[in-house]
């Protein structure tokens, strides 16, 4: 009973399922993700492995979905992801004086923004994140992450808008911020929303389409 309690004590990396004791602190060292208990983290694919070749039943939320499973938020994150990833090459920032020069997000990145950098890593990040999570459970437990790096670009955004960067005392910068910077804020508030409900509920599992079996053919209820 002793052995048993102080398994459950342990924590781990939602992301990269690193255990830890309590002691060793809040967050993953690697991933940079806050910690969980262990009892909270769906099983593993191990797991769920083993489980199917015992003809153990599968719970719905643990049952793998097809790779092109788009409900649940899967699929408008990923379409997001992308549209996020061209945005970073879109129109961010026009310059009208001291020289006409229109600026992307890479162009501004490559030069003195190099902190831009962050968001473009992060939807870079959720797409193979998104595409890699196979079942609802999985979905749910990258919630925090993928709220993470989703909302990265949107932080950079406000800090372009809110703190213009400061002026040099012997040449005045006219700019004007463009269309490409407001597109970018826009699709990272809609992907930091998506990604806080990411998997969706658990009372409700008929989008996930028939109940799923055994191995001897019997219905998981």
Same mark, same amino acid.
């Given at each position: 009973?002793?052995?048993?309690?102080?398994?459950?004590?342990?924590f781990a990396c939602p992301f990269c399922r690193e255990l830890f004791t309590p002691v060793e602190g809040p967050r993953c060292?690697?991933?940079?993700?806050?910690l969980v208990p262990l009892r =909270?983290?769906?099983p593993s694919l191990d797991v769920l492995s083993d489980q199917a070749a015992r003809g153990e039943p599968v719970s719905p939320e643990d049952v793998r979905l097809p790779l092109t499973f788009w409900r649940r938020g899967r699929g408008a994150l990923f379409v997001l992801s992308c549209a996020g990833l061209a945005l970073f090459f879109s129109p961010w920032v026009e310059i009208t004086s001291p020289r006409t020069v229109t600026l992307s997000g890479f162009d501004l990145a490559r030069g003195t923004a190099g902190w831009l950098w962050g968001g473009a890593l992060g939807y870079f990040l959720l797409v193979p994140l998104v595409l890699s999570? =196979?079942?609802?459970?999985?979905?749910?437990?990258?919630?925090?992450?993928?709220?993470?790096?989703a909302a990265m670009t949107l932080v950079e955004v406000a800090m372009l808008a809110l703190v213009p960067p400061a002026q040099h005392r012997l040449v005045k910068v006219v700019f004007e911020l463009d269309w490409g910077l407001y597109a970018s804020g826009l699709v990272s508030v809609l992907a930091t929303a998506i990604s806080v409900r990411l998997g969706g509920g658990l009372r409700d599992m008929r989008d996930l389409g028939p109940a799923p079996q055994t191995s001897d053919g019997e219905l998981v209820h």
């Amino acid at each position: 009973m002793r052995y048993a309690s102080e398994v459950q004590e342990l924590f781990a990396c939602p992301f990269c399922r690193e255990l830890f004791t309590p002691v060793e602190g809040p967050r993953c060292p690697q991933c940079d993700v806050e910690l969980v208990p262990l009892r =909270r983290l769906p099983p593993s694919l191990d797991v769920l492995s083993d489980q199917a070749a015992r003809g153990e039943p599968v719970s719905p939320e643990d049952v793998r979905l097809p790779l092109t499973f788009w409900r649940r938020g899967r699929g408008a994150l990923f379409v997001l992801s992308c549209a996020g990833l061209a945005l970073f090459f879109s129109p961010w920032v026009e310059i009208t004086s001291p020289r006409t020069v229109t600026l992307s997000g890479f162009d501004l990145a490559r030069g003195t923004a190099g902190w831009l950098w962050g968001g473009a890593l992060g939807y870079f990040l959720l797409v193979p994140l998104v595409l890699s999570r =196979r079942s609802v459970w999985q979905l749910r437990g990258a919630r925090v992450i993928a709220t993470v790096f989703a909302a990265m670009t949107l932080v950079e955004v406000a800090m372009l808008a809110l703190v213009p960067p400061a002026q040099h005392r012997l040449v005045k910068v006219v700019f004007e911020l463009d269309w490409g910077l407001y597109a970018s804020g826009l699709v990272s508030v809609l992907a930091t929303a998506i990604s806080v409900r990411l998997g969706g509920g658990l009372r409700d599992m008929r989008d996930l389409g028939p109940a799923p079996q055994t191995s001897d053919g019997e219905l998981v209820h």
